[in-house]
């Protein structure tokens, strides 16, 4: 996900919840939407979000965040 940030490893935004902040995201880094987001707005199945450290599993978008959180966006890998 680096080359839809210009290289950034941390971008810091402002919201009240997940979705909020996923938004403002977009909003600095709009090459970022289609990685996180398909075409009906909601987050795609391999992205997983993490609260400072602690996944915000189910419901990541609708999850309250304060001031000083960390949300971490991670690609989940899966096989069999």
Do not use: W
Not at 26 to 32: F, K, N, R
Not at 44 to 49: K, L, M
Request: aromatic letters at 4%; proline letters at 5%.
């Amino acid at each position: 996900m680096h080359d839809v940030t210009n290289g950034a490893k941390v971008v810091e935004v402002n919201g009240d919840t997940v979705g909020q902040c996923l938004n403002r995201l977009v909003e600095q880094l709009p090459d970022i939407e289609p990685e996180l987001f398909d075409k009906k707005g909601e987050l795609r199945g391999y992205i997983g979000i993490y609260i400072n450290g602690e996944s915000a599993h189910p419901g990541e978008l609708g999850k309250p965040v304060k001031d000083g959180d960390e949300l971490s966006i991670i690609l989940v890998i899966a096989g069999g």
